[in-house]
């Protein structure tokens, strides 16, 4: 059978010429002509190949795990917010919560994309297009008119690169870029550079900028807000929406012409949009008395985590509401009544049973002093360390009830005297604690050793170094507030540990958990029976008609259990106390360390206690308090009775010169009053 095709021709044969032989054939101009040429071609190539090694000498590394582009670049800043999650202050850029492309309306990524490279799904990091057509606009313009950076690139620049306007910058942008479209697929690419990109007025991400300026989350934009938005980041502060609304609309027209042209939008879409009436609401404020707090929740931070998340978001354990009006019924306290007794200065907390500090005040106004005089100032605490010294002589073997004779004593060179300067003779150790008899405590302590009150301390919560002095016993060793307040809740929990704290969990923007405050009782450093004893103790400072805190109780059937304090010369006042939902501490004094006009734990410190107390347990249904039922509440008749007693016995003792002896309440035990 014959072929169907014709065979082809024979391939011509190929003769190979060395490039010498074929220069040689050349005449010499044109043989010269070939050379030179060769060589320019050759030092171009060489040039070419150093100049690309050289535009990317000394280019970063993109790092091991992408997700580490999430904390790159990142100005610190910590969110405060409440239990809720509401927003209580930001400390430096606010970046707002992370979030994922896939979660937003589609106009809402259509809209950047539309503004800022619309190949992105297309190219592989770097646009040549763009660039060109870049290059072609600027030229006609004779200056920069026109970018080519894609959202790629612009991720690697404000993450990895400076903003320097150089080829080798830009050459290494576009090496990262397309790097990283190898490790990173194009939804996290924008996921990441929405939630980076910056919209001015300290706004970092789409989160941050569409609460800041619309007052809703980005889920929540309309196609409207969503290109207004989308035209902040070629000039973020120059179209700032509350400065310059009018050139940030001008730029939104820009973006909804370009969404329609890319069928994101309708035409009736865009005009819908452009004639839209958009509120930009008021910027949100922040209580400046809050300060306080921040101020210690952010060292608590720090000591919590031993690096904190750039982006931060820091739920704190107070109570906004009840806080804001503990500050300003403090700060108008202590200037109409703290005016007339000479005291400038008040702290206060106000914490539940396990610790959470429900408010905290460091003093008048934070604005006029930053310094925390409820965490940072320490002063003599006077009598309202006295129940320390009672602790321990529990422990010891002593009962309320035992009787101690109040009269002059000295312990070494040390002459104690009480507060009014009169001695009432025998009294049980109940009635020393309800009056603040310093020479019952003085000699408490003594007997006790200074040196174990200073451990019992330790082991409630005190913190400060303590010398152990025998004045001790009468509040020498200087204290902050916050650590006597945490140890008097030793008290009201029946003898559990508990420790004052701010911060309940650190999360970041993107809801990674960093810590948790631990749901867990404090461990038991004193035992049940004991504090149920200096509870009832406590309690009838309160509520007897002798005791020096009267002047602390609180409506709607509580129970009050706590002491007063007053340092030497009146330069300290406290009260500390407590119910069964609530402690509290205030302290009223100067900076300066000047004496006040006779002001006394049981006047204004003790008033002013009782008044926010009062806001702290509005709404509360009253709950008993650990002992209280032990209290032994003396009537005005038996304490007439007592008093005409007392005095006979003094009498007698003083004219007989006998020693004073006191027998207990219950009749077993005789102690000599020396």
Known sequence: MSNQFPTPPPLPRVVRVPAAS????????????????????????GWALWKWQSLHTGMPKLPNDVAELWDMAREPAIEFVDAEGRTLAVRGPRYGRAID???????????????EDKRFYEHDGADEAAIVRAAAANTMAGETVSGASTITQQVVKNLILDSRQTMQRKAQEITLARQLEKEMTKDEILSLYLNRIYFGSGLYGIDAASRFYFGKPPEMMTIAEAAL????????????????????????????????????????????????????????????????????????????????????VVTLSIDAKLQSRIQTHMSERMAKDGAKLKATQAAAIVMGRNGRVAALVGGVDYRASPFNRATQAKRQPGSSFKPFVYALALEDGYSPYDVFNDRPISIGKWNPVNYNGEFLGPM??????????????????????????????????????????????????????????GAYGTFQTGGKLVEPWLVAKITDTRGKVYYEHPDTEGPRVYAADYAA???????????????????????????????????????????????????????????????????????????LWSD?????????????????ELAVQIS???????????????????????RIQAASAGGDLIRQGE
Do not use: C
């Open 612 to 628: 926010i107390m009062e806001f702290a347990h509005e709404g509360l249904t009253p709950a008993p308090l650990i002992g209280a």
């Open 428 to 485: 049980t150790l109940s009635e020393a604690m309800t009056r603040s008899t310093n020479t019952v405590a003085a000699e408490l302590g003594n007997e006790s050793n200074p040196a174990r009150v200073a451990e019992l301390a330790k082991r409630f919560g005190i913190k400060s170094e303590m010398k152990p002095f025998p004045s001790m016993a009468l509040g020498s060793q200087e204290v902050n507030l916050w650590e006597i307040t």
């Open 101 to 115: 492309v896939k979660t937003l309306p589609r106009h809402v990524p259509q809209a950047f994309i539309a503004a």
């Open 229 to 312: 938005l989308a035209a902040l980041p070629k000039a973020p502060s120059k179209l700032n929406l509350r400065d310059n609304l009018a050139g940030a609309k001008d730029r939104q027209n820009y973006v909804l012409r370009e969404m329609r042209d890319m069928k994101f939008i309708t035409r009736a879409e865009e005009t819908a949009a452009r004639e839209a009436e958009i509120t930009i609401i008021t910027p949100p404020t922040y209580d400046p008395q809050l300060g306080y707090v921040l101020d210690v929740a952010a060292e608590q931070a720090a000591r919590i985590l031993p690096r904190v998340p750039g982006d931060a």
């Open 636 to 658: 005005p008749e038996a304490e007439d009775r007592i008093a005409f007693y007392r005095g006979m016995s003094q009498a007698f003792a003083a004219a007989g010169g006998r």
């Open 22 to 45: 074929f220069l040689k054939r050349q005449n010499p101009a044109v043989r010269y002509l070939l050379i030179a040429v060769g060589l320019i071609l050759l030092a171009g190539g």
């Open 533 to 607: 004893d200096m509870n009832a103790m406590l309690t009838r400072v309160v509520n007897a008609s002798f005791g020096t805190g009267a002047a602390a109780r609180i409506k709607g059937g509580w129970t009050v259990a706590g002491k007063t304090g007053t340092s030497q010369d009146w330069r300290d006042a406290w009260f500390i106390g407590f119910t069964s939902a609530y402690v509290g501490g205030i302290w009223i004094g100067n900076d300066d360390d000047s004496a006040m006009s006779k002001v006394t734990g049981g006047g204004l410190p003790a008033d």
